[in-house]
Structures are given as C-alpha cells and as structure tokens.
C-alpha cells in the first residue's frame, strides 16, 4: 500500500472513495461511487458521467482459492438508451476495468497518495435489464485479467498458416507440411523423449556402440 495513503487511513477521521475506470473505445470512462470530484494521479473521477450515468452497485469481492478466475459485477445506470446500446455492443467486451479505493483530502479534492487496486480485469457479458418501473439498468460482468490462463489454445503448431496468423509474411516454415516430434522451445527435451527414424536411427545406433 502506498505510504502516503496508510498514513491517512490511520488518522482519526479520513474520507474514504470508490473509483471506477472503464477503458472504453475512444472514451475513458471515470465515475465514483458517489457523488463529488476527485482528482487521482491527474485524472478527474465524477458521480455522474454525462455520457454513460453514474454506478448502481457492485457486487461484493472476495478473495478466494479455487480453479476459477476473480469475477465481479458491475451495475450501472445509463441515462438513455444511446448509453445502455454503446456499453452493451460486443466492441466493449475485453475492455479493460480498473476498481480501487482509497482516500482524498477534502480541501483540495486530491486523492492522498496512490489509491489501492481492488479489481484488474476485463469485460466479458454485458447485460441489460429493465424493472417495473421503467428504470433501466446495464450489468457488466467482469473477469480478472487471469482468465486469460485459463485459455485453451488450440490450433498452435509448427505450420506456415498458424505462424503466418501471428507474424504476417514471416516465411520460415513456409515449406513445414508436418512434424513427427515434439519441439520444444527454450528448453532442453526431457531424457529419453527424443524420436529418431530412418539413416539418422542407424548412425545414431552405430555411435553408440562404438563407444
């Protein structure tokens, strides 16, 4: 924790926040849980965005140890359906959310020191919901930015298509129409996991006896 901030939290008295930060495309989305003005690192964090509204709720976090990705939920209050369509379209989802909490001198509206980050991740489901009484609401479920190992990457191999996907014009397995042993990258194989056939099975042979 940044000194300057538990310095502050062991004061008597201290003004606690909660921000949001919502990476957006072409926009920074920066609100509070609250109502007010404060200024973290240079930024300018408000209750109420004129574009996307202000936050609802957020579900409760926790830390845990399980086979799962951190995972949280974030509700907000759109002002108009314009808002509640642009949060919900499939461009948003893998943008980038940043939680954190910390505390701000009152006089001066400046956050003291650097907030604490409670939540890093990304947006995976958006969903919107509409009550009885009309007011429109935009849950955005979030994962951590470790859900990303939890990815299966199939479809990996030494083949010119799959290198070309990743480095364009790259041809150096261009002519690679198939492997019969593993490769691997950086590190030594494992004893007695290397595969040899053919002329290159007979020499290896015959140098083993002679010595």
Request: hydrophobic residues 45%.
């Amino acid at each position: 924790m940044d000194p300057a901030l538990r310095a502050a939290l062991g004061l008597p008295s201290v003004l606690l926040f909660g921000a949001l930060k919502i990476e957006l495309p072409g926009y920074t989305l920066r609100l509070l849980d609250g109502s007010g003005v404060v200024v973290v690192n240079g930024e300018t964090y408000i209750g109420l965005d004129p574009t996307f509204g202000t936050i609802s709720d957020i579900s409760e976090l926790a830390e845990e140890i399980g086979d799962s990705a951190p995972e949280i939920t974030i509700t907000l209050n759109p002002p108009d359906v314009s808002a509640a369509a642009a949060l919900s379209n499939p461009a948003m989802q893998g943008c980038v959310i940043h939680l954190m909490a910390g505390a701000v001198d009152p006089i001066s509206g400046i956050a003291i020191g650097t907030p604490e980050t409670l939540f890093l991740g990304e947006i995976d489901v958006p969903t919107i919901s509409i009550d009885q009484s009309g007011l429109r609401t935009l849950e955005l479920s979030a994962v951590s930015v470790f859900e990303r190992l939890f990815e299966v990457e199939e479809g990996q191999r030494a083949s010119n298509g799959w290198h070309q996907s990743i480095w364009p014009g790259e041809l150096g397995l261009e002519f690679m129409t198939g492997t019969d042993v593993n490769l691997y990258w950086g590190v030594k194989p494992p004893k007695g996991s290397t595969a040899k056939s053919g002329a290159l099975a007979a020499v290896f042979d015959r140098s083993r006896a002679a010595s």
